[in-house]
């Protein structure tokens, strides 16, 4: 029912800015903005060497184009795969070099186009379930490299289909309109005062690793704010998780913590002191634990470099007296009972193995909705090459009181002070 309202309210937004003047001039002005593709180093005929298609494959991998562009079951980036955002579904294309259905006709000007300017080799706008608002960065030396790799995969024959979105979001001009208020074409600009390190890591996570696109909460037209804004992160549609702020102490604890583990976290799935769970498990096993450790390097140089929130800002606290003593000691039995085995009595959890609990930012984090979710649907960290064989944890189906007693202990534990949760809050979490 919330989700009828917002969108009704979204609509309404839409229409009533629809009058305004400036859709017209991104429909009708747009070519002329277009700004020429810068030249390409490499044109069709000369896409092929062996070095140039193993960039693009590293590329492709800092990209993850294989998650969004390869259907469950279905060959490797033939596309078909819808991309849930909350105004419908867009299905991701065929990107293999068929050259009816695929890529096989597109030149490097058109590709570069369609990463920095969202647009299809028609001219079509592309919608930003394809994250174009991060690919914009990429450079022209790398969107040859990846075309040269896609160029260089089987073609599959595989026709595109069309996307499923609600009206009004559906309609040509409500596209026009989004990119005209949420969308500039942009280019990598280094920082001079900051090293090449950080640069580069800028330019992977602001570009190519699309952190932004779950990591930076949305607004109510689905246009994502900056990686540097400290509240809780975003709901990702379609998903009970939430991405958490990667700027906030109090959201991300990796991001806050030593270097190394950051790097672990991102090459492995699992540090010392945490693990990653659901579509984090998903970019690691599909982008990042394929990075080199210098590109990693670069990226925690520059994730842990996000101006962080005031001290006053960062924590959820001051509820002692809401708790009740007999919710707590029902808690505190069934963390003895159920978790206390891997997680430590103390929530010191086991380094590497099982993840600590106790000062962990997913126990205390103002919104609980991945405290509930690693209880109720467990998980496992990606198998990787740095941890081939990760242990897990089994899902819990605990009644409602029973997960709230546990969760409102685990939050007054260990010397967390965050605040209790109800029964009413599971109905809301689950
Ligand atoms: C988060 C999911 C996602 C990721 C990651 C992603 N794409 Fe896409 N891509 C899409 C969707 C969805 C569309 C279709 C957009 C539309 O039709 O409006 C698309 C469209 C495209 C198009 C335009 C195809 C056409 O026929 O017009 C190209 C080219 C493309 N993607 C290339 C890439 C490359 C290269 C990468 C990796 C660097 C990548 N994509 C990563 C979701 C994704
Ligand atoms: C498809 C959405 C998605 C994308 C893209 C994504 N993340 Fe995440 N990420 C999540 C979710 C959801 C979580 C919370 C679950 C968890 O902790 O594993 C998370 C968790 C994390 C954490 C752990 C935070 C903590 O301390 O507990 C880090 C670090 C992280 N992401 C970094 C990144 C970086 C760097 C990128 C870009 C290369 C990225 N993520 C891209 C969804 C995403
Ligand atoms: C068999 C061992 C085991 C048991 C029992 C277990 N866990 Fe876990 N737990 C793990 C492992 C392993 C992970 C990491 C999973 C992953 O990354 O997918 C984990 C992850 C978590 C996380 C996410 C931590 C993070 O940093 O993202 C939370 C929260 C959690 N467990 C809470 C609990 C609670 C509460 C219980 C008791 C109801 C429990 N666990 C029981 C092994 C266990």
Not at 125 to 137: E, G, M, S
Not at 209 to 227: D, E, K, P, T
Request: glycine share 10%; charged share 15%; proline share 8%.
């Amino acid at each position: 029912m919330r989700r009828h309202v917002k969108q009704l309210f979204a609509g309404a937004l839409l229409l009533v800015a629809l009058a305004s003047a400036v859709v017209w001039r991104n429909l009708e002005g747009e070519a002329e903005l277009l700004p020429d593709p810068p030249p390409g180093a490499t044109e069709a005929g000369d896409l092929a060497s062996a070095s140039l298609i193993a960039r693009g494959a590293y590329l492709a991998r800092a990209g993850n184009c294989a998650a969004c562009h390869t259907e469950r079951g279905g060959a490797a980036y033939a596309g078909g795969r819808g991309v849930e955002t909350p105004f419908g579904t867009v299905y991701a294309g065929n990107l293999t070099p068929d050259p009816a259905t695929g890529l096989g006709r597109w030149t490097g000007a058109e590709f570069w186009r369609a990463l920095h300017h969202g647009r299809s080799r028609d001219g079509r706008l592309l919608t930003p379930a394809f994250p174009y608002p991060n690919f914009t960065l990429v450079t022209r030396a790398d969107a040859d490299a990846l075309l040269a790799f896609l160029r260089s995969l089987p073609p599959v024959v595989r026709a595109n289909r069309a996307a499923a979105l609600h009206w009004p979001f559906d309609s040509r001009i409500a596209l026009a309109l989004w990119r005209a208020l949420y969308f500039t074409p942009g280019s990598f600009r280094p920082d001079l005062r900051q090293d090449a390190e950080w640069n580069r890591g800028a330019y992977l996570v602001n570009g190519l690793g699309h952190c932004s696109a779950c990591h930076a909460a949305r607004n109510l037209l689905g246009a994502s704010g900056a990686l540097a804004d400290h509240d809780a992160g975003s709901r990702l549609p379609g998903q009970r998780w939430l991405a958490p702020s990667l700027a906030n102490p109090a959201e991300s604890g990796a991001v806050s913590g030593p270097r190394a583990e950051l790097v672990a976290l991102l090459k492995t799935g699992q540090s010392a002191r945490s693990a990653v769970l659901g579509p984090m498990a998903e970019v690691v096993a599909g982008s990042t634990q394929h990075l080199s450790d210098a590109d990693l390097q670069a990226m925690a140089s520059y994730l842990q470099s996000l101006p962080r929130p005031p001290a006053t800002g960062q924590g959820d606290s001051g509820h002692a007296t809401e708790r009740r003593a007999d919710t707590l000691a029902r808690g505190a039995e069934l963390y003895t009972r159920h978790c206390a085995d891997c997680h430590g009595a103390q929530g010191q959890g086991a380094p590497g193995i099982y993840p600590a609990l106790a000062g962990n930012p997913v126990v205390t984090m103002a919104e609980a909705r991945n405290l509930v979710q690693a209880i109720t649907a467990g998980g496992f960290p990606p198998g990787t090459a740095g941890n081939p064989r990760p242990y897990g944890m089994p899902g819990f189906d605990l009644p409602h009181a029973d997960l709230a007693a546990l969760t409102t202990w685990l939050r007054s534990a260990w010397t967390h002070d965050a605040s209790p949760l109800s029964e009413v809050d599971m109905l809301r979490l689950r």
